[in-house]
Nanobody, 123 residues
Framework: QAGLVESGGGSVQAGGSLRLACKASDQLYSRNYLSWFRQVPGKSREGVAA????????YYADFVQGRFTISQDTAKNTVFLTLYSLKPEDTGMYYC????????????????WGRGTQVTVSS
């Protein structure tokens, strides 16, 4: 059984929306943070958003600028990332991460990563 499984990626036109999901095992969902990162081809990996699952606290990268929302369904051990007003520069692989062990949520120090889900935005 995989610890983190992403889904919901796909191809959309600029201005469209998409909802990504990360389903976590009981063990990982009980940790402090579940976070979303993305890897744009040719650019550095970057944190997108995070949620403290036990408290519902949300964190966002500056570049999000209100276009994305992180949420959770605790009954399903699932964290969602809803993407609005998508732009071509949002194209990339989106990864779920769990069990941060050092630094801030967007510092890449996670013990567990999903395999990713592809988001493609056309102009």
């Amino acid at each position: 059984q995989a610890g983190l499984v992403e889904s919901g990626g796909g191809s959309v036109q600029a201005g469209g929306s998409l909802r990504l999901a990360c389903k976590a095992s009981d063990q990982l969902y009980s940790r402090n943070y579940l976070s979303w990162f993305r890897q744009v081809p040719g650019k550095s990996r970057e944190g997108v958003a995070a949620i403290v699952t036990s408290r519902g606290r949300e964190y966002y990268a500056d570049f999000v600028q209100g276009r994305f929302t992180i949420s959770q369904d605790t009954a399903k051990n699932t964290v969602f990332l809803t993407l609005y007003s998508l732009k071509p520069e949002d194209t990339g692989m989106y990864y779920c991460a769990a069990d941060v062990y050092a630094g801030n949520w967007n510092g890449f120090a996670y013990n567990f990563w999903g395999r990713g889900t592809q988001v493609t935005v056309s102009s």
